[in-house]
T-cell receptor, first 111, second 113 residues
Framework: SQQGEEDPQALSIQEGENATMNCSYKTSINNLQWYRQNSGRGLVHLILIRSNEREKHSGRLRVTLDTSKKSSSLLITASRAADTASYFCATGHSGNTPLVFGKGTRLSVIA | DTGVSQDPRHKITKRGQNVTFRCDPISEHNRLYWYRQTLGQGPEFLTYFQNEAQLEKSRLLSDRFSAERPKGSFSTLEIQRTEQGDSAMYLC???????????FGPGTRLTVL
């Protein structure tokens, strides 16, 4: 079963605007990760945030984590047409348990 | 290119046939994962290996699914007696020791007619 749930399911914005995607999860986590998937391709790892971190940046990406609300957000600033993709959050847990992915947010950036 | 590779990229088969997919992980990675992804969904975990040991296989969808990693390098995923419901993208990923960051291959898209 999928634990993470992204919101919104789909998002359409103009180039240059910021895009915000949210992820909620149900059980305690060790870390939370965001991945991008272009249509029909494999997933690309974007960023990992550990449970004891609250915010992390990587280039135009900013991720926040609120473990009390069991939620995370991914902000893409100054979006580009090339950012058009599906974005998935995945929760990591202790031990040998696998990553659990959400259903994703489909982002369309219109030039 | 030293990323994760999968072969074939596309497979069309008839219902009832057996299919086998191959995954070659990043060479220094000792963990290898298989996922299935259907349209509009996120990847669904199937199984994973640490070196040649299969540490989790309870999530394999049925006994028609099996996976091997005989020498701790490449892995194969076999589906026997395929059904139309098996049509999906099958993704492989690898990581180094910690499962934290996984590197995905391009996937094998299976279509069962």
């Amino acid at each position: 079963s999928q634990q993470g749930e992204e919101d919104p399911q789909a998002l359409s914005i103009q180039e240059g605007e910021n895009a915000t995607m949210n992820c909620s999860y149900k059980t305690s986590i060790n870390n939370l990760q965001w991945y991008r998937q272009n249509s029909g391709r494999g997933l690309v790892h974007l960023i990992l945030i550990r449970s004891n971190e609250r915010e992390k940046h990587s280039g135009r990406l900013r991720v926040t984590l609120d473990t009390s609300k069991k939620s995370s957000s991914l902000l893409i600033t100054a979006s580009r047409a090339a950012d058009t993709a599906s974005y998935f959050c995945a929760t990591g847990h202790s031990g040998n348990t696998p990553l659990v992915f959400g259903k994703g947010t489909r982002l369309s950036v219109i030039a | 290119d030293t990323g994760v590779s999968q072969d074939p990229r596309h497979k069309i088969t008839k219902r009832g046939q057996n299919v086998t997919f191959r995954c070659d992980p990043i060479s220094e990675h000792n963990r290898l994962y298989w996922y299935r992804q259907t349209l509009g969904q996120g990847p669904e975990f199937l199984t994973y290996f640490q070196n040649e040991a299969q540490l989790e296989k309870s999530r394999l969808l049925s006994d028609r699914f099996s996976a091997e990693r005989p020498k701790g390098s490449f892995s194969t995923l076999e589906i026997q007696r395929t059904e139309q419901g098996d049509s999906a993208m099958y993704l492989c990923a690898s990581s180094f020791e910690s499962p934290d960051t996984q590197y995905f291959g391009p996937g094998t898209r299976l279509t069962v007619l």
